[in-house]
């Protein structure tokens, strides 16, 4: 049997592999939404554009400048990422030419609201709105738990599975979980 | 040329501290905190790619930021010493990062203020993760200081073992005084005096004695290493040597 949570989180899963428009795609908007298709390779039912990797796609002339944005420095997805963007755009034999802005930083105030509401979905406490503690044994504010919505939780650890989320634990339901760390 | 020696210094500065965090991969005190030492590798490796990339554009004899990291020899590296030490065990390893997390957070804020804007651009993004890497060093100094005996008596050690190599942070070098000058390197005094704010304050709620300024150890910046970088560069490189040129 499955719980909700596994079916909501397939349903999610599988809306974001919907098969590429026969389509070739006439201007930037268009290849905005085709690229739309690209999630991320750890976080599968958010992609490119809610995360706010993809930056802007804008036409030269002669072939899009795809303006892409790193998480962190070192995050090895940014590679899968730019390669999945190759991979689709060459399927429409479409110019094209990547380039990796770091200015301005990436922030996780440009994960839009749609991309937040499925990463709780998913499981993942998405980033706080509130004020950011810069105090020392302070946490990072109040993180509610993606399952049952307590406030009522504690930070485990700073770094998690990846560089961009750190580790809590539901003191309510008992369940651990990852949070999106304010960046 | 000092444009490409900075920017060396920078970039090296970060692999070294990414290989030597990488070690303790599988080797952590507990599985939280194994976490927490390969991700802030993560981030300085990420950050020494960014770097060698731009290196390898101002240099125009074709050599690829791999290069840069695989191909050189002790005497090439410009990263500072204090990086380079081995990780002893995990106060040590703390409190090495927190001296370079504290120096880190105001010289990439000076550094985003950069002329230069490909450097300003590096720092501006590597910033706000040092800032969070800061934050994680510095309760580690707190709870292991004001921990148990033990853990106390080995983070005091570690911090005066490794004072002396805390000096060559802010003396700079002809290659860095050239970049002053141009408004495209920090000025370290003033990087001096909040370094020193940040280690009072963590120092005196973890009850950690600062050591007394004395002599200070120099030369990484200009190639003038401890014997531990050859140790590093020979396990780092091994592969590169044996099958130039190897991809994955």
């Known amino acids: 049997m499955k719980n909700p949570i596994t079916k909501l989180v397939e349903s999610i899963g599988n809306e974001q592999k919907s098969p ?17 298709q690209i999630t991320d390779p750890e976080i599968p039912v958010i992609n490119i554009h809610e995360l706010g990797i993809l930056r802007n796609v804008t036409w030269n002339n002669t072939y899009y400048e795809v303006t892409i944005t790193p998480t962190y420095v070192g995050c090895p997805a940014m590679g899968m990422i730019e390669m999945s963007i190759r991979q689709v755009l060459d399927q429409y034999s479409i110019p094209y030419k990547i380039i990796t802005s770091l200015h301005p930083s990436w922030t996780t105030d440009w994960i ?72 | 040329m000092s444009l490409k020696n900075y920017t060396l210094f920078l970039a090296d500065t970060s692999l070294i501290l990414g290989q030597r965090l990488g070690e303790w991969c599988g080797h952590g005190p507990v599985l939280e905190q194994d976490i927490a030492l390969t991700n802030i590798a993560l981030d300085y490796v990420g950050r020494a790619r960014l770097l060698y990339q731009y290196v390898s554009e101002l240099d125009a004899n074709g050599k690829s930021e791999d290069n840069y990291a695989m191909m050189r020899e002790e005497r090439e590296f410009k990263n500072l010493l204090l990086v380079e030490h081995p990780n002893i065990d995990f106060g040590f ?49 707190i709870r292991l200081g004001d921990g148990t005996e033990e853990s106390h008596k080995r983070i005091q050690s570690a911090v005066n073992s490794l004072w002396e ?20 390197a920090p000025d370290v005094e003033n990087i001096l005096t909040r370094w020193n704010q940040s280690v009072n304050s963590v120092f005196s709620e973890a009850t950690i004695i600062k050591p007394k300024d004395s002599w200070f150890q120099k030369g990484g910046k200009e190639g003038v290493h401890t014997e531990h970088l050859g140790y590093i560069l020979s396990d780092m490189q091994y592969l590169q040597r044996t099958y130039p040129g190897q991809d994955w």
């Open chain 2, 165 to 184: 190599f805390s000096g060559e942070l802010f003396s700079p070098v002809p290659y860095e005084k050239e970049m002053l000058l141009e408004g495209i």
């Open chain 2, 93 to 141: 390893t703390v409190a090495r990062q927190f001296l370079i997390d504290a120096f880190f957070v105001p010289y990439l804020e000076e550094l985003s203020k950069s002329k230069n804007e490909r450097l300003s651009h590096i720092a501006d993004k590597a910033l706000k993760e040092s800032q969070y890497h800061l934050r994680w060093s510095s309760e580690w100094m």
């Open chain 1, 20 to 36: 590429l428009p026969e389509k070739k795609p006439e201007n930037a908007n268009e290849v905005i939404q085709l690229l739309s």
């Open chain 1, 112 to 183: 839009t609201d749609i991309g937040k509401f499925k990463l709780k979905e998913y499981g993942i406490a998405p980033p706080s709105t509130q004020k950011r503690i810069q105090n020392l044994f302070e946490g990072q504010g109040i993180v509610e738990c993606p399952r049952c919505n307590s406030a009522n939780t504690i930070l485990i650890s700073e770094f998690a599975s990846t560089a961009c989320k750190s580790l809590y634990k539901c003191n309510e339901c008992l369940e651990p979980f990852d949070y999106f760390k304010c960046h």
